[in-house]
């Protein structure tokens, strides 16, 4: 609803400018018959001020005045039975968005006017409403779920990359949000109106890397049928996010780290530099590190990319927030498929905590969608939770000459090195005391690493 105010002492001409701009139910219209009343209802917040210029108890020049340094941004309609061009011109340069002369085509010019200036009205809102939600949606307090201090050192290292341009590169098992990270730190730093553009090194080839990152001149290559803007030119300005560099070819590498320090490219087949402003953001499962000793990766491109390093943790390392991550997940699945939010119950929660999810939170996101479909009346049970996992296999064989002792040692062994050494742990997945795996770490049956 549009909210219009009509200032006029002409009560007869008022109450038709009124009738007529109420024609379209989108308008809320009050009439007032002088300055005074004008300013004491400015408390109404309206989106459109219509002013007469001659008003009985305060000109309309000052009226104009008063209401632009209370509300600068606020539209306002100067009407008038003045033709004195120079008063129309002097009040467009104060801001005024349009002057209307008294006459018979009044109401229709009135109408025209206020339909371009609610058009703007709209798209300002729209604008600022994408805006809210951009903000709101990748508000890493809210995609980034969790209590668990882990997640929580995250939060910090987040709020330290978003206040500064520095490159970060972000570490971390498959499926453990790395893209989701690199989201919430372009969208809440200084470059959150610019581009975000990812981009997953794994799915180009590798002859068309370089054309993916610099784009290419028409007729460059074999195929190069039109001129193309690479994604390093696509996000100018913003961010760049490249998933999985290690994968990145070791003769791209060079070619990359030349960009970076130039901060500028040159299009495959071209010769006209490009000036570049991008941060660049990485992410890998691989450790970097041990792929330069290995002679993967080029150690001067290690140390320009690195940065701010940021290691997320595994589903399994983050104590409870494998269950918060589950109620949110539930409360989302409930959401887009409009229907009332389930419960887990406590089975169901058991089997998740001694689960140790391999594919972490986006494992963890399947598994809760599929249990939802599965689940009937308003409880998830352990029933309804199943999981598809392609971790790969305990490596403990069977071997006749070994005691049931010696396969238990292993098997406390195999878990304890799966879980960071973490006894409470181990003892919850395995469902035995936490005596049973001390006793056998201190009759040295097991070397904890």
Known sequence: MTKIFIVDDDVFFGEMLKYHLQLNPDYEVYLHSSAKECISQLY????IICIDFGLPDMLGDELFRQIKNAYPDLPIIVISGQENISVAIDFLKQGARDY???NE???????NS???LNENIILKQEVADLKDELEKKYSFEKTIIGQSESIKNIFSKINKAIKSNINVSITGETGTGKEVVAKAIHYNSTRKNKPFVAVNMAAIPKELV???FFGHEKGAFTGASEKAIGKFEQANGGTIFLDEIAELDLNIQSKLLRALQERE???????????LDVRVITATHKNLAQEVKKGNFREDL???IVGLPIELPALRERDQDTLILAKYFIEQFAKENKIRALTLSADARKKLLKYSFPGNVRELKSVID???VMAEDNEITAEDISFYSIEKESEVFLDKQKTLKEYTTEIILHFLKKNNNDVIKTAKILDIGKSTIYNLINNSEIKKL
């Open 114 to 116: 206020i339909i371009r």
């Open 370 to 372: 599929l249990a939802c």
């Open 265 to 275: 490219i040159i299009k495959v087949g071209g010769n006209q530099k490009i000036k």
């Open 105 to 111: 085509h009044t109401k229709e010019l009135l109408w």
């Open 100 to 102: 209307i002369v008294k």
């Open 210 to 212: 370089e054309s993916e």
């Open 44 to 47: 109404r917040n309206p989106d």
């Open 302 to 304: 290690y140390y320009r």
